[in-house]
């Protein structure tokens, strides 16, 4: 009997010796495993990724042809994917070719990663040899910027402008007509209508690094935040708002970015636990158009980071990998390190974990994120203001109450500010510092904001005044 079981044990080892077969083909040994069962060779694999991008655009269908889109790049492992799925989806080669005219940033934070002058010139060194080998335009911003942001970043544009067909069908069938008419009989270009004021003439510069006193009045910023989740979020903040004013000053519809799903399902339970369970759909969903002139798309959101790690190994895909936002106390990270952890523990075990979250999110919808008016809309994230009822337990503890009320001008106290803002970013703003450090942009339109809602009520109250007297 022991004979028999050893020989048992012997012929499933030896089964388990030989290369499996491609799911997909049949004939190839497999390269590498996705998932369980999911077996492929490099050739289908390839396929299987590619398709995967392309299918995610052509199924939302809100990347018109032609339309400007900008792709915002941190040279990490998903964003460095979105760039080359991008690169071989314009190539002539491509039977299906992309008919968007791209555009590249990358931001620069080195200033609040810890990283010498040294190390950030050797960075965007890096960085700009892979942007310029791609022959698109490109634009080097660094963080330091977004502290000169007009504050009009945080007032959304005007909806609907950028559209160039009414309907999706119908823009496709009149950019290849229009194609053809120009001579390229196969209906098809590399890069459609790209001015000659977009394309970089020859090898640019390379830009030169901020002011000390810039980097210092940055750095001062981050360090008069009081725990490292808000840091994460502050930083975030800046980012998307630098990009956001490229795309507008540089007249891009779209603004592509490289969320992969494990980084969708980790943002999904970190905004949970920093309270915007209402916005989930547009934190994470494939568009984000709360900004309004300019719309937010996540290609990625469908790979998991594994499938990406392969991708970029076996297709040598170049990446650049920046340093975690510094930490005084190690043992206490931000909110969104203690999730990333966690999920990614959970995933070692049950490898379902990262698709079970990313699909609950799926389910959720972006109407409770919509808002109809300025005095609807968070200061911060454009979203709507979840704070119905402020006799709630939940949003009492997020009133700054022990600041005093200043005698003169209002709109200078850190308590003004507080009903400006969603649940979320009350808790945020609560850990920011003092009033005189946040950025810039950020006071101008918070105390605009708040003068603005002062004259309203005078006015009410004068109206209110004079309705009395004429009904007595």
């Given at each position: ?38 077996a ?15 299918a ?30 991008v ?11 992309l008919?968007?005219?791209p ?22 060194a ?5 942007l ?27 909806e ?7 309907s ?16 390229d009989?196969?209906?098809?270009t ?5 001015s000659?004021?977009?394309t ?25 935040v009081e ?24 007249g ?12 969708v ?5 970190t ?61 206490k ?18 490898p ?17 994120a ?24 939940a ?53 605009r ?24």
């Open positions: 009997m022991g004979g028999e079981e050893r020989g048992h044990r012997g012929d499933r080892d030896k089964g388990h010796s030989h290369p499996r077969a491609c799911v997909k083909c049949g004939q190839s040994s497999a390269a590498l495993v996705i998932r369980v069962g999911d492929f060779c490099r050739g289908c694999f390839h396929e299987y990724f590619v398709h995967k991008f392309r995610m655009l052509g199924k939302n269908r809100v990347i018109f042809p032609g339309e400007k889109v900008l792709l915002a790049l941190s040279g990490g492992p998903a964003s460095s994917a979105m760039l080359r799925q690169q071989e989806g314009l190539s002539r080669e491509t039977a299906k070719r008919r968007f005219v555009g590249l940033i990358y931001v620069d934070e080195g200033a609040v990663r810890g990283q010498s002058l040294a190390q950030r010139e050797q960075s965007l890096h960085m700009e040899t892979l310029q080998a791609t022959g698109f335009p490109y634009y080097l911003a660094h963080l330091e910027e977004a502290l000169e942001l007009p504050a009009s970043i945080l007032r959304p544009g005007p609907g402008s950028s559209k160039p067909g009414p999706y069908k119908e823009a496709v069938e009149g950019f290849i007509q229009q194609q053809r008419q120009e001579g009989g196969d209906g098809g590399s890069m459609p209508n790209l000659t004021q977009d970089p003439a020859g090898p640019p510069a390379t830009p030169c690094l901020p002011t000390t006193a810039q980097t210092q009045k940055l750095q001062l910023l981050f360090e008069a725990t490292p989740t808000a840091r994460e979020e502050l930083l975030q903040m800046l980012r998307i708002h630098l990009i956001l004013q490229t795309a507008r000053t540089k891009y519809a779209k603004v592509m970015t490289g969320e992969s799903c494990t980084r399902a980790i943002k999904l339970l905004n949970l636990a920093l309270g915007r369970g209402a916005f989930l759909a547009v934190d994470t969903g494939f568009m984000d158009n709360r900004h309004g002139d300019v719309m937010v798309v996540r290609p990625m959101r469908e790979y998991m980071a594994k499938e990406i790690a392969f991708y970029n190994h076996f297709f040598s895909v170049p990446t650049v990998i920046a340093p975690p936002l510094p930490t005084k106390r190690r043992e990270p931000s909110i969104h390190r203690l999730m990333e952890r966690f999920l990614l523990g959970l995933q070692e075990d049950f379902s974990t990262i698709s079970t979250v990313y699909r609950t999110g799926e389910k959720l919808s972006p109407d409770p919509k808002a109809s008016s300025e005095s609807e809309r968070c200061l911060l994230c454009l979203c709507a203001l979840d704070i119905a009822g402020e006799e709630e337990l949003l009492e503890p997020t009133l700054i109450m022990d600041e005093p009320e200043p005698v003169g001008d209002r709109a200078e106290s850190r308590a003004a500010f507080i009903p400006l803002l969603c649940y979320g970013c009350r808790l945020t703003f609560k850990e920011l510092g003092p009033l005189a450090t946040l950025p810039p942009y950020v006071r101008t339109e918070g105390q904001r708040i003068r603005r809602a002062e004259m309203e009520q005078q006015n009410q109250e004068v109206l209110h005044e004079d309705k009395e007297p004429s009904k007595s």
